[in-house]
């Protein structure tokens, strides 16, 4: 079983139909998401593309750049609305380009997921844990949402 996401300069180099980059992003997710959490569709990819998240695909062909975009989403999703999404892959792309947004995601979410995991079962799994787990989510998320009300997007 996969432990990492497949990073950047790994990913398909050539062009994927719809179908092919649903079910490759669904592969990559399953190590963080449980299967009725990693649903990913084409209808989804093409709503993806009509609200201009991700860019329109060349000829029904889709690239790296939208896989690694769709995974980003995926996971977000778990916690934000589309349109934070949106706003918070545009303020990235204003610093990073598309490899190194993808690739510190990838580091970061691996990372934090690793280091939750640790603590977990190093302490007592009783509710008090699993309930500060979910504030500490919620004030995670209240932050984030702040900060994207905060920034302009160019």
Same mark, same amino acid.
């Given at each position: 079983? @996969?432990?990492?996401?497949?990073?950047?300069?790994?990913? #398909?180099?050539?062009? /994927?139909?719809?179908?092919?980059? *649903?079910?490759? +992003? @669904?592969?990559?997710?399953?190590?963080?998401?449980? #299967?009725?959490?990693?649903?990913?569709?084409? +209808?989804?990819?093409?709503?993806?593309? !009509?609200? !201009?998240?991700? #860019? =329109? #695909?060349? @000829? =029904? !062909?889709?690239?790296?750049?939208?896989?690694?975009?769709?995974?980003?989403?995926?996971?977000? =999703?778990?916690?934000?609305?589309?349109?934070?999404? $949106? =706003?918070?892959?545009? /303020?990235? /792309? +204003?610093?990073?380009?598309?490899? !190194?947004?993808?690739?510190?995601? *990838?580091?970061?979410?691996? $990372?934090?997921?690793?280091?939750? $995991?640790?603590?977990?079962?190093?302490? &007592?799994?009783?509710? &008090?844990? %699993?309930?500060? *787990?979910?504030?500490?989510?919620? +004030?995670?998320?209240?932050?984030?949402?702040? %900060?994207?009300?905060?920034?302009?997007? @160019?």
């Amino acid at each position: 079983m @996969k432990t990492n996401l497949t990073r950047w300069e790994h990913l #398909p180099d050539f062009p /994927l139909y719809n179908d092919q980059l *649903c079910s490759i +992003a @669904k592969a990559e997710l399953e190590i963080f998401l449980n #299967p009725s959490d990693a649903t990913i569709t084409m +209808a989804m990819v093409n709503n993806y593309v !009509k609200n !201009k998240i991700i #860019p =329109k #695909p060349e @000829k =029904k !062909k889709y690239t790296k750049q939208h896989l690694a975009s769709v995974i980003v989403i995926t996971l977000l =999703k778990q916690i934000f609305t589309i349109d934070e999404i $949106k =706003k918070g892959i545009s /303020l990235m /792309l +204003a610093i990073y380009d598309y490899e !190194k947004s993808y690739d510190m995601f *990838c580091d970061l979410i691996e $990372k934090d997921v690793s280091t939750v $995991k640790e603590e977990k079962s190093i302490h &007592n799994t009783d509710i &008090n844990t %699993y309930l500060s *787990c979910a504030t500490k989510s919620i +004030a995670n998320n209240i932050y984030v949402k702040n %900060y994207l009300s905060t920034k302009e997007v @160019k």
